[in-house]
């Protein structure tokens, strides 16, 4: 009986560490200062959201864990850069990281995550191009992103407005930024809009090798079409 007693005390103070609620949350100030965390733990930003790689969901605030849930979307794809064409995209680009969880902006009483284009490279990646009208913005009703450097919204680029749970990988299509997806070629597909077709960028009229990219930006792509992600949806051309 005082083994089993020893274990009912054991599990009682088990529960009683993991199961803190939100409202406990609020309170500490030992809440963690890293968004990223391999380790569970009720401190810890992928206690509530994330997993054991990152606290981007999957799992979002709901259990949920697939990309076509809204709180789920495409965490993984910018933030580990899956099947990309740039480099990673942090948590800091998209959202208000709070050091502490109960900072202003966390826990609140909005539901899910605001997204506010900022961070390092917000200038180059989200925010507004000199000459644009309009910021870079996320829509929680029809969830797109519009106005994104990172989906064409430079001169002779696409101005793509991708769906968030979007599970084709249309949004990351060579060409899908700017070019044309659908022509047969690499160097078809990547050709920014030209003088021909309402664009600046020159054409095969102009250049006999306009379709070989690394002739112009070998910094950025090599001869065999391999991209340098440093160097690739950076907010600038490199040449």
């Known amino acids: 009986m005082k083994r089993q007693y020893q274990i009912f005390v054991l599990t009682i103070l088990a529960l009683s560490v993991l199961c803190i609620s939100c409202s406990d949350l609020k309170k500490d100030t030992s809440a963690p200062t890293s968004p990223v965390s391999k380790n569970y733990s009720p401190y810890n930003c992928n206690s509530c959201h994330g997993n054991e790689t990152n606290a981007a969901p999957p799992k979002d605030l709901e259990g949920n864990t697939s990309i076509s ?103 990351r299509a060579c060409g899908s930024c700017h070019g044309d997806p659908t022509k047969s070629t690499t160097g078809e597909r990547a050709l920014p809009k030209t003088r021909l077709n309402g664009g600046s960028h020159l054409s095969v009229q102009d250049n006999a090798n306009i379709f070989q990219c690394y002739r112009c930006h070998p910094s950025a792509i090599d001869a065999n079409y391999n991209l340098n992600f440093s160097r690739h949806i950076n907010g600038q051309v490199d040449f």
Request: charged share 10%; net charge negative.
């Open 69 to 171: 849930a809204p709180g789920v979307g495409a965490h993984q794809s910018h933030l580990l850069a899956i099947d990309s064409v740039g480099a990673v995209v942090a948590c800091n680009e998209c959202h208000t990281v709070p050091k502490f969880a109960n900072d202003v902006g966390h826990l609140d009483s909005t539901p899910g995550a605001e997204v506010v284009f900022q961070g390092a490279v917000s200038t180059a990646r989200f925010s507004h191009i000199a000459g644009a009208d309009t910021a870079a913005k996320y829509s929680n009703t029809t969830l797109h992103c519009t106005n994104t450097y990172c989906h064409g919204y430079f001169p002779n680029g696409n101005r793509v407005s991708p769906t968030w749970t979007d599970e084709s990988g249309q949004y």
